[in-house]
């Protein structure tokens, strides 16, 4: 393969005549990278971008294949940025080509002193409908902006956007197969992101069978993050009834039992004793972590039960949950304010056993969309969250197992547990906070 064009310029001053290799800067290298793997274009042609974080290197640029120079151009603009052009696309097959920008340290480089970080360009044939530019990026203060949708010979086209992005993200139809895409400001502390459908269709009600779908991928960046203040737990408990299936292991052969509710619970309280000596053992060695950062609280508990089981061997109880309160009530702390709709978010559940330092039995699982409610007395914020999975409750990725020895018959075993889906299955947490 001939490669007939490259460019290449300072990382320090983009698009610079000046023969100067020095940027001013001594520092470490790290691993190069582009913001785009991928270009997509329409039919229609047209120009996008590429940023290259040089991470210490001196030069970047691109290398274009001679035969694809007819279709395609690049050049380097400012920003550590390389412009693609491509041509209106008349062969009525798709085309694709790949620019390969790279970082360097030398001027009039060679492959072997260059970091290649190729981006793929796919461009589709005329007559097939597409969607350019594929990806967008919202800086964290939102704003609006478009995506042109070709429909070839489809009659309409538009776009779709899921339920859970429709709090931030919204549409707007100008006209000329343009979509404009606006995004409110992000205050959740961490970048969100999701998956426009475009779609071109013959169809004013267009089905899935009938209609020719475009993804758009839309991230929105965090904001930068702002001062968090420390949580105290003053109380904390979960519980869970599930529906579980239990097959056991023995000597070779399994069975398999009915499935039968199994629930599951933690109590326990700085301020009050708990009803029992290893309710209250527990407490005591209970560490969390709790903090406020933008709108939302992020609370992770934990603790490590150490002690003799009845034959004298160590066994230690490991366990963890953690999860998010979005949106989280700032004001009902500081003034009597009644009752809050709330939900309690992206819990991860973990529990493992050892005994003498083996692991003998574990169970972990995810819920989240837990629907609650917030009150408070003034001092601290009360929030008690709970619902089954027929209420919205999602609850997922849960293994669970045990092992261990029978000394009637000499053979281990092991049980494991399977989560039946049931309308019925719940998860529930209630927790007090205040501010440190």
């Not at 020095?22 to 997509?40: A, Y």
């Not at 360009?121 to 097939?128: E, R, S, Y």
């Not at 409908?129 to 995506?147: A, D, H, I, M």
């Not at 004298?312 to 702390?333: H, M, Q, R, V, Y």
């Amino acid at each position: 393969m001939t490669i007939l064009m490259m460019a290449f310029v300072f990382a320090g001053c983009p698009g610079s005549d000046d023969d100067e290799l020095d940027t001013g800067k001594n520092t470490e290298k790290k691993e190069p990278k582009v913001d785009k793997k991928s270009l997509e274009f329409s039919a229609d042609g047209g120009t996008q971008s590429v940023k290259v974080t040089t991470s210490g290197y001196k030069r970047y640029g691109f290398a274009l294949d001679k035969a694809d120079m007819s279709w395609l151009s690049a050049k380097t603009v400012s920003d550590n940025s390389i412009e693609i052009t491509v041509k209106a696309n008349t062969t009525g097959k798709e085309r694709t080509a790949t620019v390969k920008c790279y970082v360097t340290d030398v001027e009039n480089s060679t492959d072997a002193q260059r970091v290649y970080l190729p981006v793929k360009v796919t461009q589709k044939a005329n007559g097939t409908p597409s969607v350019s530019p594929t990806s967008l990026t919202f800086e964290s203060s939102g704003g609006t902006q478009s995506v042109k949708v070709t429909t070839a010979n489809y009659k309409y086209g538009g776009c779709t956007i899921d339920d859970d992005a429709k709090s931030w993200l919204s549409r707007n139809y100008p006209g000329g197969g343009t979509i404009e895409l606006t995004a409110s400001p992000n205050t959740t502390g961490r970048e969100r992101s999701t998956t426009v459908k475009c779609y071109a269709t013959n169809a004013q009600k267009g089905t899935d069978d009938n209609t020719y779908f475009m993804n758009v991928k839309v991230t929105q960046k965090a904001s930068e993050p702002s001062e968090s203040r420390a949580l105290k737990v003053i109380s904390f408990n979960y519980r869970y009834y599930f529906t579980l299936q239990k097959s056991e292991e023995v000597n070779g052969k399994t069975t398999t039992d009915d499935p039968n509710r199994v629930q599951g619970f933690l109590f326990g309280s700085t301020s009050d004793e708990p009803e029992t000596a290893i309710e209250k053992e527990i407490w005591k060695s209970i560490k969390y972590s709790a903090y406020v950062t933008g709108t939302t609280a992020y609370v992770l508990l934990e603790f490590n039960y150490k002690r003799k089981n009845d034959w004298g061997e160590d066994s230690n109880s490991a366990w963890k949950i953690s999860f998010e309160i979005p949106n989280f009530p700032l004001n009902t702390i500081s003034s009597d304010k009644g009752y809050d709709n709330c939900k309690i978010m992206n819990v991860r559940y973990s529990s493992k056993h050892y005994t003498e330092s083996k692991l003998d039995s574990s169970q972990e699982f995810d819920a989240t969309n837990i629907p609650g409610t917030v009150s408070s007395n003034g001092y601290y914020a009360a929030i008690g969250a709970g619902g089954k999975e027929s209420e919205g409750v999602l609850i997922s990725n849960f293994t669970s197992w045990s092992t261990g020895y029978d000394d009637i018959i000499g053979s281990p075993w092991t049980q494991r547990f399977q989560l039946i889906g049931d309308k019925d299955n719940s998860f529930g947490l209630t927790i007090e906070l205040e501010f440190e």
